[in-house]
């Protein structure tokens, strides 16, 4: 095995490695860069991270200069070239200056065009490397801006009489003026200065310069909203947003990458998202992402963009998780370039649909989404974007149409919505997992770490979020059989302690939970999550819950009971019902039975638990009567219930007021009849006062329901009259 280089001898080689490069035609040395030096820059990577202390300064300058000179080639030369000046910056305390100080002799010592462009190309690249640096000289070093000001007016002059040259010359140009828009100051001199060449760009229609028409309309959609006003009105249909995205969506199918960027800026605008959602521009998008492996990041943030419905977005938008974006082009009418109220913006749900389908349809999860999250070169800000499709697709927005879902007839569709849910879930529990390493779940805080407690950046939480979110869809829910199987407890089992996370930091946020109790969102200081989120969490559980599978309903108990119970004792009539479905589906286990009927007076903690469900016996909320009488027929099969039951005033007393006053509604009627069914033989047996005789008041209501059109009723109030 060869020996390391050293840095010094890192020095020699790119040295010698750009000398070589610089003998060579155009066409041999884009093979150079590819074959030889894109690998030496990789050992150079290589070296500077296994470097721990800091290098001579001698080395730090000389490796400084020979990296920036990378920068003036192609984008992907200048990303390897990057990625070791972002490595020799953490090396050395005076960095900045020292870069400064090349850049400012690369300036000053340029000799013909050629050196001109390729300060251009360097700057530009160091916009993604240090914005505040690169600002600095695009604003304020005189010899750079006049360089910059003379050839933008000498193309400007020239646009009609342009050769391959010169539209080489422009495009570089026109990519450091989009790249310098990273910076607000820079963007604002942009807007001010050089204004014109985009306009002249826009207006060119030969096929020659659609590159240069890509790069100046994704330039002018990043600082559409510093346009000066009079520029904007007497250019308005040239930089409306509706012209921005014809160009760009016809750059696109030309196969342009730099389209990706300006579309995924458009696609915040509602108007620009249904134009995206058309068959031809969703394949085009789907084409590209196979054919360039650049543009994925790109496009996966387009996809999660048109299938975000605006009611959903407007809650993220309030959301102390949101980043607010600063692009404001969201509310401006396409067409006009007008401001539009954001309340009267109204979005295609029809259209969305198709997205979504159009999505499912090419196993897009399975085939392209699967692959990045096995990668390890996967960027976090990807995998991020891949979450919020995910969200989207598995989540999408409640139709209020009422149609039902003709995509989903289809039996090989609805096969394929099917993997692709599960594949979804798969790739979100494993995405939590991979975050939770330190986290354990247990019943008494909820989360402890097992080292020293790490908090999570507020992004990586926004993510976190995100991805527990998704399990929590209503589409999940409605088929959690076909979704997660009947005999695949581990699998139904993945979600559970995360979808609790949203129960749990719910009641932290109310003041419900104890203080003891923590979870990973509790660093953040204002409430996380709706009673939306909070309402579908419990729908989520209880769906998953319904599978019977013993594992998962005990987890749900021993991390969630608490929250259960909050929410039945909160007042709120939809998280009250949600509760109830989920209490219903583990109220079975002998742990919730005894959380429930286990106690001996009436200051036990669990008696205070019961009386929350006697209570709810009178609820204003039809529905969850129903549920709270289904739960208490279901554990009646237990005799030690039973008794607890006829021994309790309280109980007895309210199911009574069931009989008195609602006894016209037959589905109430049937579950209190089918409860106290249960009751009645015990009357009398009791070793305890027995309150069933609170029943004899309603013996004329239960020989009426004997004569009931309804069968089930009669036969339940029959056999009640036998036994009194």
Not at 176 to 182: F, G, K, P
Not at 213 to 240: D, F, G, H, M
Not at 568 to 597: H, R, T, Y
């Amino acid at each position: 095995m060869s020996e390391p280089i050293t840095a010094a001898e890192l020095c020699l080689n790119l040295k010698k490695d750009l000398h070589e490069i610089s003998l060579l035609s155009y066409d041999a040395r884009k093979k150079h860069l590819e074959s030889t030096s894109k690998s030496l820059l990789r050992s150079s990577f290589q070296l500077l991270s296994h470097e721990k202390n800091n290098l001579p300064d001698s080395q730090v300058s000389q490796l400084s200069e020979y990296l920036i000179a990378y920068l003036g080639f192609d984008h992907f030369i200048s990303v390897e070239a990057l990625m070791s000046l972002y490595r020799l910056k953490s090396l050395n305390d005076d960095f900045d200056t020292l870069l400064e100080e090349k850049i400012d002799d690369l300036i000053e010592t340029q000799n013909s065009k050629s050196d001109v462009y390729k300060v251009f190309k360097i700057i530009s690249q160091l916009f993604a490397f240090d914005p505040v640096l690169s600002s600095a000289i695009f604003t304020k070093k005189a010899p750079f801006i006049n360089l910059l000001t003379n050839e933008v007016t000498l193309l400007t002059n020239n646009l009609g009489t342009l050769n391959p040259e010169s539209i080489k010359n422009l495009n570089i140009i026109l990519l450091l003026l989009s790249n310098a828009c990273m910076e607000e100051t820079s963007r604002s001199m942009i807007a001010t200065m050089h204004i014109n060449i985009l306009l002249k760009c826009l207006s060119i229609t030969d096929d020659a310069v659609s590159q240069s028409r890509c790069y100046a309309a994704t330039t002018t959609v990043k600082l559409w909203r510093l346009i000066n006003p009079e520029v904007l009105e007497n250019n308005a249909v040239l930089l409306s947003l509706n012209n921005l995205s014809d160009i760009i969506i016809d750059c696109l199918h030309q196969g342009l990458e730099s389209s990706v960027e300006g579309l995924s800026l458009l696609c915040t605008n509602i108007q620009i998202k249904k134009k995206v959602r058309n068959e031809k521009v969703m394949e085009t998008l789907f084409r590209l992402m196979k054919s360039k492996d650049h543009t994925v990041y790109g496009i996966i943030s387009i996809l999660a963009l048109v299938t975000l419905p605006i009611r959903v977005l407007k809650v993220q938008q309030s959301s102390v998780m949101s980043l607010k974006d600063s692009n404001s082009i969201s509310n401006i009418d396409a067409m006009t370039n007008k401001k539009v109220n954001a309340t009267k913006l109204e979005d295609d749900i029809v259209s969305i649909q198709y997205a979504n389908q159009n999505i499912i349809k090419r196993n897009f999860f399975s085939i392209q989404v699967v692959p990045i999250f096995k990668s390890l070169e996967s960027s976090k800000g990807l995998v991020g974007q891949c979450l919020k499709l995910m969200h989207n697709v598995a989540f999408p927005d409640i139709d209020q149409t009422g149609k039902e879902n003709n995509f989903l007839k289809d039996k090989a569709n609805y096969a394929t919505y099917i993997s692709e849910i599960r594949e979804i879930i798969k790739l979100l529990t494993a995405f939590l997992i991979g975050t939770s390493q330190n986290i354990k779940y247990k019943h008494d805080k909820f989360i402890t770490y097992d080292t020293e407690k790490t908090e999570m950046p507020e992004h990586d939480l926004e993510l976190r979020s995100i991805a527990i979110k998704s399990l929590c869809s209503p589409e999940i829910s409605a088929r959690v059989n076909e979704v997660y199987g009947t005999d695949n407890e581990e699998f139904a089992l993945s979600p559970v302690p995360f979808i609790l996370e949203i129960l749990v930091q719910h009641d932290i946020d109310t003041g419900c939970s104890l203080e003891t109790k923590q979870t990973p969102f509790s660093s953040i200081k204002k409430q996380i999550f709706s009673t939306f989120d909070v309402y579908y969490a419990f729908v989520a559980l209880a769906a998953i819950a319904s599978l019977s599978f013993e594992k998962v309903k005990q987890s749900i108990f021993t991390l969630g009971f608490d929250c259960i119970i909050n929410a039945l004792n909160s007042g709120d009539e939809k998280l009250q019902f949600a509760s109830l479905q989920l209490l219903n589906e583990i109220s079975d286990i002998p742990l919730c039975i005894a959380n429930l009927f286990n106690w001996a007076t009436e200051t036990d903690e669990h008696y205070q638990n019961f009386s929350i469900l006697c209570h709810l016996l009178q609820s204003n909320n039809y529905d969850s009567q129903c549920l709270v009488l289904q739960i208490f027929y279901s554990v009646s099969r237990f005799e030690i219930v039973t008794e607890k039951l006829c021994e309790s005033e309280l109980f007895c007393s309210n199911l009574n007021k069931i009989f008195q006053n609602q006894d016209s509604d037959d589905a109430l009627i049937y579950y209190a009849l089918l409860l106290f069914g249960q009751l009645i033989p015990l009357r009398g047996k009791c070793a305890g006062y027995d309150y069933l005789k609170l029943f004899d008041e309603s013996k004329n209501i239960f020989q009426k329901h004997t004569q009931s059109r309804n069968e089930q009723i009669r036969e339940s109030a029959s056999l009640i009259v036998k036994h009194m």
